[in-house]
RNA sequence: GGCUCCAUGGUCAAGCGGUUAAGACGUCGCCCUCUCAAGGCGAAAUCAGGGGUCCGAUUCCCCUUGGAGCUACCA
């Protein structure tokens, strides 16, 4: 069988993570079997349409790296792949369902449903569509919708029975007609709905396998039923789980959960996100965890999917990203996190390339970096309660003695390198039978203002070169000397 | 409310009638170390509850509970 996949989303703004998932996996499956994997805009409501969302998918597709095979920007055999640009098929298909008897045209207006609704909801009753126009007879129906009038056409869904699908990861699933309302198929603007528009186009574009949230699993038999009423063979149906931000709450735009492009924006690599993505609701059965997209194309496994909904975690996520991160060429990450370097240390002498060395293995998320280099750009306020490290056997008077024994050593350096002022302070720290650590650990106290920063006391002497070590050394001392006399008057 | 679906640690999850119930993230120790991170070693932590079926249930069935989805001229 040629396999055939689609992902079919609404332009109603951009991509989020669900939505990805969704398109990840309809894309591996379609490749795995090396099949075409087809976007298919569905656009038929039209007041929900956000300008713009379009292109956004198209992007975000191409950004993540899910090429479709077809789709509205890159044609196909099966096109119009936009939904309203194939408004005009829907009607005759609808008709047909009106002459067999399996759908038929309504005149309700909206307001007259309402009435009925509210009238129902305050007896308490439930509310289902009372088949009021399909007692017209055919005739007049076909009459008044010649004459002009505004009609939808619904679905005339069977008073008895069970309407029922096979989904290849839920199994058997069933639903009594009667719970099952006569759905409109054809809006008063001419446009499908989706309950009708997703069945001619799958069965037209001759998509075998549909993947999809689980939203539609519950109508999916009346779907069914369509495609029964057509003579159609139906597709595979696979229902995805949803991603959820909590227990309770499904990942949505509306509540400013990051889409794919925030999460790059903000720093994540792609395909880090591509990796969480894929295992979130999916597990690959054995213990790898590390998937390019073609590896992804090799494991996927309908067998691996979660009928669970599951909780999109972003403590993963970033520990995935500080491994992608870890792991890409040194040249690769130099060029991403100068950008960010920039942003606080633009003007600056700096050695970048030292400086990305440093932060290379310890940067999780790339808006992460400003803050951990800012302390270059100008030194924090700092207390003088950090000199006092109980590991490093230091307090403020050691660290006073420390400053003060460094500074002229470090002053009349010619070689301000990494090693040299490394050299410097290990031999100042034997020559007066202290702990490296009580000549290290208040230098570089005195230096940044952080207990810790990337990179030890000579690195960052070294990024920050003599005159500015120096004048930090200085401010240091003034600073602990002020402190220690005061405490020494109080105590008097 | 009705209908549909789901249920293994805090999170992602393996398991598919007999296991010391994997692994990963996170958490907590210890080691390493001029801070942090990384790395090494180790630890705590899960079968929602109750009934069945069976020699034997995390696994199969039922109920309860909890959660999600649908219940629009939205998708």
Redesign the pocket.
Known sequence: MNVRTRF?P?PTGYLHLGGLRTALYTFLFAKQNGGQFILRI?D??QE?EVEGAVELIYQSLRQAGLTYDEGPDVGGDYGPYIQTQRRELYLPYAMELVKSGAAYPCF???EE?QARRDAATEKGE???YDKHCLNIPKEEALARMAKGE?Y?IRQNIPLTGVASFEDAL??H????CD?L?DN?LI???GLP???FANVIDDHMMGITHVMRG??????TPKYNLLYEAFGWQAPIYIHLS?VMKD????LSKRYGDPSFEDLLAQGYVRDAVINFIA?????P?D?R?FFTLDELIQAFDL??L??????F?T??LV?FNHEYISRMPFEDYLAMVTPWLDQVLAGKQMDYRRLAELLH??TEVFNRVPDMVSFLAQLPEYDNAIYTHKK?KTDADISLKALKLSRPVLAAMEDFSEDAV?EALMNLAVQNEMK??QI??PV?IAISGL????????EIAYLLGKEETLRRMDFGIQKLERSITNAGTSNV
């Open positions: 079919a609404s569905e038929t409501d929900r309700c207006t909206k449903l439930q509310w289902k505004s939808v839920y199994g699933v069933e639903a009594p719970t309302d409109v809006k008063a603007d709905t989706y309950n689980t939203e539609y699993l519950s109508s949803p227990a309770s709450r499904k295992l979130l609701g999916w597990s059965g213990e965890e067998k691996g979660s009928k669970a909904p599951a909780i975690n403590e993963k520990w293995t310890r490093m490394k490296t650590g290290m650990w570089r207990q810790s920063t990337p990179g030890g006391t000579t």
